[in-house]
């Protein structure tokens, strides 16, 4: 064996390493993830509240896909339009149901108005820096830019997607968590309504993305209803770290409103301005955003 194929062998037997030493993390993770989950339903009426909601938007994220099953492809320019109308939802639902109770929170505290312009400011920076940490750390696919990640080489596309997908609905589970936790009841099922309404054209567009790119109908459907299942978890798991202290709370609605953010400027309106339909891309953003404030505003 000459140098090169030694040398080779040796990256290759390195990359397995790697590669199980993740997936063994994984592991442990999730069975930490689940762990923290059933602690928290234990007498939390607001994690029990946020699991529902959380149900509630990934059951919204299924039915987005259905129509999959049935219809032609659809349009480029009508996955761009869903994409927009996804981003205007979240970016008003960090807004008005996230950074706004997350400021007055501080504020009904004692804190100054520094004091919570910092405070939540920072939470907000903390949040976008994680979801920058997992999406260079974790291997994931993106439907239009590609593969990104740590190994992304060695997993299977629809590994990749899933990951991508998972990392996209990570904050919204997290948000309808804390914002059980934070609000009152009213605002958070507006903030829980809201995610869910702009899950089912997600939905619909994940598993037709899925399609186009070379999935089955079935494995596309499958993997879209699979991607809501991290919201009820996520929701759990917010509910349940604010629920221990109110002072966590504001820390917790700016975190989940910077990883909000940052979903939206870094995954969802790129692709939805990659195609060429920026005008159809920025109508649905703003058809989003108004309707989430609307729904805000009127059940708050």
């Not at 239009?144 to 590994?159: C, D, P, V």
């Not at 598993?207 to 070379?214: F, H, K, P, V, Y």
């Not at 798991?237 to 202290?245: D, L, N, R, T």
Request: with cysteine; charged share 10%; aromatic share 6%.
């Amino acid at each position: 064996m000459n140098d090169s194929s030694a040398c080779a062998a040796r990256a290759t037997q390195r990359m397995r390493l790697r590669t199980r030493i993740g997936l063994a993390i994984s592991i442990l993770g999730l069975w930490a993830l689940c762990a923290l989950v059933w602690n928290g339903l234990q007498n939390n009426p607001a994690a029990r509240g946020a699991l529902l909601a959380g149900g509630v938007a990934a059951l919204a994220t299924a039915l987005g896909t259905l129509p999959v099953l049935l219809a032609q492809r659809p349009s480029e320019r009508l996955q761009d339009t869903l994409f927009g109308f996804g981003a205007g939802v979240m970016l008003a639902a960090c807004a008005f149901s996230l950074v706004i109770p997350g400021l007055d929170a501080v504020r009904q505290a004692g804190g100054s108005a520094w004091a919570a312009s910092g405070s939540v400011g920072t939470a907000i920076l903390l949040g976008g820096l994680v979801l920058l940490a997992l999406d260079k750390l974790l291997p994931h696919e993106h439907f239009i830019k590609g593969r990104e990640g740590a190994s992304a080489q060695q997993l299977r596309r629809t590994w990749l997607f899933v990951i991508a997908i998972a990392l996209h609905n990570i904050p919204e589970g997290l948000a309808i968590g804390v914002g059980y936790a934070g609000n009152e009841g009213l605002r958070a099922n507006a903030l829980a309504i809201g995610i869910a309404i702009q899950d089912v054209p997600e939905g619909f567009v994940v598993a037709a993305a899925l399609l186009a790119a070379g999935y089955g109908r079935i494995l596309a459907v499958a993997i879209g209803m699979a991607s809501g299942l991290v919201e009820p978890m996520g929701a759990v798991v917010g509910a349940s770290i604010v629920g221990h202290s109110a002072m966590l709370l504001p820390w917790g609605l700016g975190f989940a409103a910077g990883a909000m953010l940052f979903v939206i400027s870094h995954e969802i309106i790129p692709e939805s301005h990659r195609k060429g339909h920026e005008v159809f891309a920025t109508a649905g953003l703003m058809l989003g955003f108004v309707m989430m404030m609307v729904l805000d505003t009127a059940l708050a």
